[in-house]
């Protein structure tokens, strides 16, 4: 099996920039579409950002698009979230997630079969 562990999440002022890690174990870590997801209580998990297995394409929530980033370093088995202009309506548990997915269902978070304990990002007012 593969495991994820996310790192980096924290409290910060908006307008602020916090950047995520999440490093895979494991020997193929190129073979999976990589993705983001967050979620607050009573909320069902919403997509932020995904990345091919080779780090070429991209993909975003519109809520996102402009101010996240998300790469990919596959020598290091890690997928990084950079968080830029952040709002208070960000604040949720952030999942990182792994899959052998079509690109076309990559926002789709039944498609992913890995994924990681969370990492909460706070975003104060």
């Known amino acids: 099996q593969v495991q994820l562990v996310e790192l980096g999440g924290g409290l910060v002022q908006a307008g602020g920039s916090l950047r995520l890690s999440c490093a895979a174990s494991?020997?193929?870590?190129?073979?999976?579409?990589m993705g983001w997801f967050r979620q607050t209580p009573g909320k069902e998990r919403e997509f932020v950002a995904a990345v091919s297995r080779t780090g070429v394409s991209t993909y975003y929530a519109d809520s996102v698009k402009g101010r996240f980033t998300i790469s990919r370093d596959n020598a290091k088995n890690t997928v990084y979230l950079q968080m830029n202009s952040l709002k208070p309506e960000d604040t949720a548990l952030y999942y990182c997630a792994a899959g052998i997915v079509n690109w076309f269902r990559r926002d789709r978070s039944r498609e992913y079969d890995y994924w990681g304990q969370g990492t909460q990002v706070t975003v104060s007012s």
């Open positions: 494991g020997r193929t870590f190129s073979d999976y579409t």
